[in-house]
């Protein structure tokens, strides 16, 4: 097989899942975004149905093509929308929308009363991450705003952006409880959420209505905690391509010189998503790269298992690796 091949455990997915049920004990928000950080966004939502109580995305498209494939549910998308197309575009679909500022809230206003549409929609607080959110007098104007015909504010929500600081923690969730009440009090009572995994494995009282895990479903904890009940969900393999004798000249690109013993060319490089910096002497090239180790042309080898480790050895961070880990892979999904 030329393509790189991923397997998915779905069991550790669940376990996963159930993990985080077990020490959260409130409702499980399941982030599947960027195709599941590599695993399958549709396949990811049907191994964790009956566990996740909803769903979340980056994009309204990301959304839609969970719709597509069949999966049912609430499905927040996280990134606020960008034009009216999109917003018409989720109503269709039934996904919850963020606002995080006063033009969101105009746009969907604008979009609701254009189509007459019914939007749900999620509120967004900034409280210390500066990214998205509602703060201040923004938040003020928009509470004080008159009520908008289509408009169904059903949550309110913010993201721990240093959860592994017990101080910086409790000063942000301090200021998301004071600035969730008074968005209640406009809205009623509402789902609040803040903890994303590392906020969740901060202990039960961060997580307020419902905990939103990404990282976590996948087996990994984020930088600063330790979680070893996860499981590890994905492995990536590649096919040898050739198996021969060092004759002359170098290995792969730039000046490295092997030690003259046998060398196997494996059929993944930096497009399959592996990186290309960090290798040691022997960098990837594109589509393909050099080992000094005997293999049998044909074979399989595992080259990722451990994101973590992966990350350290390339200056990264898991998240990004196993987004990209995948990028020419096809994907089986084991249950064992």
Excluded: W
């Excluded at 749900?120 to 990214?131: D, F, I, P, S, Y």
């Amino acid at each position: 097989m030329q393509q790189t091949r991923a397997v998915v455990r779905t069991d550790a997915l669940r376990a996963n899942a159930e993990f985080f049920r077990a020490a959260s004990g409130v409702k499980l928000c399941a982030v599947v975004k960027a195709d599941g950080y590599g695993h399958g966004a549709a396949a990811v939502a049907r191994a964790l149905c009956g566990l996740a109580d909803c769903f979340a995305v980056a994009l309204v498209e990301e959304g839609a093509r969970l719709r597509h494939a069949g999966v049912a549910g609430d499905i927040l998308v996280l990134c606020p929308p960008l034009c009216e197309g999109e917003v018409l575009r989720a109503a269709y679909h039934g996904l919850v929308l963020t606002v995080s500022d006063g033009q969101d809230a105009a746009l969907i206003a604008r979009a609701c009363a254009r189509y007459g549409l019914r939007v749900r929609c999620h509120v967004k607080l900034n409280t210390g991450m500066n990214r998205f959110g509602l703060d201040g007098r923004a938040l003020a104007r928009f509470l004080a705003s008159p009520p908008v015909a289509g408009l169904c504010v059903e949550g309110v929500y913010s993201h721990f952006y240093r959860p592994e600081d017990a101080a910086v923690r409790e000063g942000q969730f301090a200021r998301f409880l004071r600035m969730a009440d008074a968005v209640e009090g406009r809205f009623g009572k509402l789902c609040r959420h803040i903890a994303a995994t590392g906020g969740a494995l901060c202990g039960r009282r961060y997580a307020q209505d419902m905990v939103r895990v990404g990282l976590g479903l996948y087996g990994y904890a984020p930088e600063g905690f330790c979680a070893p009940a996860l499981r590890p969900a994905l492995r990536v393999y590649a096919s040898v391509a050739a198996a021969r004798a060092y004759r002359y000249g170098g290995a792969g690109y730039g000046g490295y010189l092997p030690q003259g013993g046998p060398l196997s060319v494996v059929r993944a490089g930096y497009a399959d998503g592996f990186f290309r910096t960090g290798q040691g002497r022997n960098a990837l090239c594109m589509d393909a790269f050099v080992a000094e180790r005997p293999l049998q042309k044909y074979e399989d080898v595992c080259l990722f298992s451990d994101a973590d480790a992966y990350a350290r050895a390339h200056g990264t961070v898991s998240y990004e690796v196993l987004v990209r880990a995948c990028s020419r892979a096809v994907k089986e999904y084991a249950d064992f």
